[in-house]
C-alpha cells in the first residue's frame, strides 16, 4: 500500500522500518527539530533520522490544522496514513484524507490507557499483561474504532524502558498485520467501550521522590515505571539520589531503615526493596554496593 507515516520518537522507529520494508512510504511526517540538552543543540527527530537513512521525504509542519500542511499531505496520494507517537491531534480534513483512513499504533490495550504515557502506566500500577492496539483514528483522544490487538506479559523487574523497546517491535508487527486485513478486508473495525476507557497523562518529576513508608511493591513498580525517564529520587544524608534499578526483597521494619548494606535492602511501609544502581546527584551512575561503601551507609539507619 501507498502510504504517509506520521510519528517522532524512538517508538515509532521500527513500525517505519518494517513499513518501509514492506510498503510505498510516499512521505515522513513528524515533529520540528528541537533544541535538547543544556546546550540546547537543535536535534531532529528518531523517525527524521531513520526517514533521512531509508531515503524517504520528511515533511515537518508545525501544525497539521493550516491548509499548506494538508495541501502537503495530499500532494503524497497516500492510500492509508499510518500514526505512531506523532504528538499532534488530527483534524478531520486530515483523517479524511486516505481512503484506508489513519491508522494509529498505540501502546495499550484499548479502551485501557488512552493518552499520553500508556507504557509507564502500566508498569507504574504493577500491571501483569499489556500490549499493543491499531485503531482508526477520529477526532477523540485514542477513541476510534479497534482493529487488531496483540498482548503481550510483562516481567516483575521489567522497566518502563524494556518495555517500550518491546512493545515498539511488537507494534511494527501489528501494523503489517493490519494493512495487509484492512487491504483484503478481513478485518471489521471495532467499537471501544467508553464506560471501560482509563486515562493517562504526561509523566513528570513530580513522581521522582520515593515514600519509603508505602508498600514495596508499589515502590518497586514507581522505581522501574519512572527508569529511564524521569528515574526515582530518594534523599540519602541529605542528598537527592536517583534510583535506577530496585528488586523485592525479604525483610521488615520501620520504613526507610538500611537492612543490609551488602546487598542494599531498604524497609518499606510493607516488605522491603534491594536498591541495585544508583546515581549521586552530579555524578555517574554506580552499583548500591559501591554507593553504600562511599557514602558509609550502615544497617540500622533510616533514610
Given at each position: 500500500m501507498k502510504l504517509v507515516y506520521m510519528g517522532t520518537p524512538d517508538f515509532a522507529v521500527p513500525a517505519l522500518k518494517k513499513l518501509a520494508a514492506s510498503h510505498e512510504v510516499a512521505a515522513v511526517f513528524t515533529q520540528p527539530d528541537k533544541p535538547v540538552g543544556r546546550k540546547q543543540v537543535l536535534t531532529p527527530p528518531d523517525v527524521k533520522v531513520c526517514a533521512q537513512e531509508l531515503g524517504i521525504p520528511v515533511c515537518q509542519p508545525a501544525s497539521m490544522k493550516t491548509a499548506d500542511a494538508l495541501e502537503l499531505l495530499k500532494s503524497f496520494e497516500p492510500e492509508v496514513i499510518v500514526v505512531a507517537a506523532y504528538g499532534q491531534i488530527l483534524p478531520k480534513?486530515?483523517?479524511?484524507?486516505?481512503?484506508?483512513?489513519c491508522v494509529n499504533i498505540h501502546g495499550s490495550l484499548l479502551p485501557k490507557y488512552r493518552g499520553a504515557a500508556p507504557i509507564q502506566q502500566a508498569v507504574l500500577n504493577g500491571d501483569e499483561v499489556t500490549g499493543v492496539t491499531t485503531m482508526l483514528m477520529d477526532v477523540g483522544l485514542d477513541t476510534g474504532d479497534i482493529l487488531l490487538k496483540k498482548e503481550t506479559p510483562i516481567g516483575e523487574n521489567e522497566t518502563s524502558a524494556e518495555l517500550f523497546d518491546r512493545l515498539?517491535?511488537?507494534g511494527g508487527d501489528l501494523i503489517l498485520e493490519t494493512l495487509d486485513a484492512l487491504k483484503n478486508g478481513s478485518v471489521t473495525p471495532q467499537k471501544q467501550d467508553d464506560s471501560l476507557a482509563t486515562h493517562t497523562s504526561k509523566i513528570d518529576k513530580s513522581l521522582c521522590?520515593?515514600?519509603?513508608?508505602?508498600?514495596?511493591?508499589?515502590?518497586?513498580?514507581r522505581i522501574r515505571g519512572l527508569y529511564s525517564w524521569p528515574v526515582a529520587t530518594a534523599q540519602i544524608h541529605g542528598k537527592r539520589v536517583k534510583i535506577h534499578k530496585a528488586r523485592l526483597a525479604r525483610g521488615s521494619g520501620k520504613a526507610g531503615t538500611v537492612l543490609s548494606v551488602k546487598p542494599l535492602v531498604i524497609a518499606c511501609g510493607e516488605g522491603a526493596v534491594e536498591l541495585l544502581e544508583l546515581q549521586p546527584e552530579g555524578k555517574k551512575k554506580m552499583s548500591a554496593e559501591a554507593f553504600a561503601a562511599g557514602h558509609q551507609l550502615h544497617a540500622g539507619e533510616t533514610l
Open positions: 480534513a486530515v483523517l479524511d484524507v486516505p481512503p484506508y483512513g515498539a517491535q511488537l521522590p520515593i515514600d519509603f513508608s508505602k508498600p514495596a511493591r508499589e515502590i518497586h513498580n
